[in-house]
């Protein structure tokens, strides 16, 4: 059980597993008005940066949970490199299955909705670890622009138009699921750019330590391509953003 080779390759070189940079993760700890001592979970935790600052910063305890074995091990070394180690956790382990064993004031997945088939069952998973009065957050796409054309649709990873909502209409399916809004911090271009454009560095400098690799041709054609798309689709039509949710 572990994530695809490929993914591990393209975010080597990042902390951040996801189009935020430093200032709008710590943005949100701030916003969401974090308590030393609240517990936290953290399903598909990545490298742990979410975990480790918030620790660092706010004085938190948690677990993170990621499919990855390569990036469970790099969280471990970011807690220890932020002296939080007696406090964070990571577990190696499929997250959308994981039982958490204690109830939590914070249940959190920052970009992985898919654990759950979508927004809605994402957040029937991180309720199941909720302590009453908790807070859920989650992270996803949405449509800055209405996308033109199957062609733009595509090239922001979706396969059709309602994979994804505008913001208006993301905030009120989180309504209709019986969950009230109450902060979100989103994602600008400059730091689609800087997580984007941080994968085409990756790659090249791969690119010419393994030019022979099973997984060369791709990541060369990927290469090529890639940067075109971004600028053309994804930093124009696709936003992202983390909410933050309380049950009504």
């Not at 064993?101 to 809605?120: L, R």
């Not at 302590?131 to 996803?140: N, Q, S, Y």
């Not at 309602?162 to 009120?172: A, M, V």
């Not at 099973?214 to 696709?238: I, K, M, N, S």
Request: proline share 4%; hydrophobic share 40%.
């Amino acid at each position: 059980m572990d994530l695809d080779r490929s993914f591990v390759i393209r975010e080597d070189d990042l902390r951040i597993l996801n189009p935020f940079d430093d200032d709008k993760l710590a943005a949100l700890g701030r916003a969401i008005r974090l308590r030393p001592d609240d517990t936290l979970l953290d399903l598909c935790s990545g490298k742990g940066e979410l975990l480790c600052t918030w620790s660092r910063t706010h004085g938190v305890r948690g677990t993170g949970v990621d499919l990855s074995t390569v990036f469970t091990a790099a969280a471990r070394r970011r807690a220890v490199e932020l002296a939080v180690a007696d406090r964070v956790r990571f577990v190696h382990d499929d997250a959308a299955g994981y039982v958490h064993p204690e109830k939590v004031d914070v249940a959190a997945c920052v970009g992985a909705t898919w654990i759950g088939g979508g927004v809605v069952g994402t957040i029937d998973i991180l309720a199941r670890a909720l302590r009453p009065g908790g807070m859920l957050l989650v992270g996803e796409p949405y449509w800055r622009r209405e996308p033109p054309d199957q062609e733009t649709v595509a090239a922001c990873h979706a396969t059709a138009r309602d994979d994804f909502d505008d913001l208006p209409g993301l905030i009120r399916r989180v309504q209709a699921h019986g969950w009230d809004v109450v902060e979100m911090v989103l994602a600008d271009q400059d730091s689609w750019d800087r997580y984007a454009a941080a994968h085409w560095l990756t790659l090249r400098r791969w690119l010419d330590a393994h030019p022979d690799d099973d997984l060369a041709e791709g990541f060369r054609q990927e290469l090529t391509e890639d940067p075109v798309r971004h600028v053309r689709y994804r930093r124009e039509y696709l936003g992202w953003g983390v909410f933050a949710l309380l049950r009504r």
